[in-house]
């Protein structure tokens, strides 16, 4: 599901169906995080930026390759690599994308974030919370043991454990956003078009 807002309320849409429509063309489609667990990206941004009305503005935001970076540790260090972690995007994947989908005047940009907490089931249970699982079809389909968990958490706490006594979350935040195309949007000017010299503006010819 995803918020799509129109001029005076908020409708929700399922849009990775063969039969979404909307009855307008949206002004603004705000998709937090939600990206993060889906298994078709580039069907569910062409699914909304195909509800956009020219000019509509697409907002996203997912989680990046630095998230989890303790969870894909405390993996490795009992042994199994992969774990049991949703993927994950590259900054330059989510830039791309945005290319892809022939969004105008696109814009990436990112956050990192560290989360603490008092205990690593506070931790997980937090993540289990916030839906942070991985659901993808794709997945190692192996149980996940109350003894495989509990050899987790001690590497997890050995590793990472601060001297206050918390464990931390890394979380990278990807923002991006982007315009329908619009004819009424700027575009960049005919290059040898500029009417101002920057020999001009800076005085001498060594700082162009």
Known sequence: MVALGEKRHWVEK?????NFAVETELDAILCPLWLSVVNDVPLALHQMVRSLRADGVLLISVLGMES?????????????????????TDVREVGGLLQKIKLALPVVDRDII??????FTALYSFLRREGLRNV??????????????????????????????RLPL??????????????????AAKRGSGKVSLVRILGDKNQV
Do not use: C
Request: aromatic share 10%; charged share 20%; hydrophobic share 35%.
């Open 14 to 18: 399922e849009i990775l169906t063969d």
């Open 170 to 187: 890394t979380l990278e935040v990807i923002y991006a956003h982007g315009l329908r195309p619009s004819i009424n949007q700027p575009t």
């Open 136 to 165: 993808f079809t794709g997945r190692h389909q192996g149980l996940l043991t109350p003894r495989k968990l509990q050899a987790m958490e001690q590497a997890y706490t050995q590793l990472f454990k601060r001297p206050d006594g």
């Open 114 to 119: 560290t989360l603490t907490f008092p205990t």
């Open 68 to 88: 989890f970076r303790e969870f894909r540790a405390a993996w490795t260090e009992i042994g199994e690599p992969h774990g049991h972690i949703i993927p994950l």
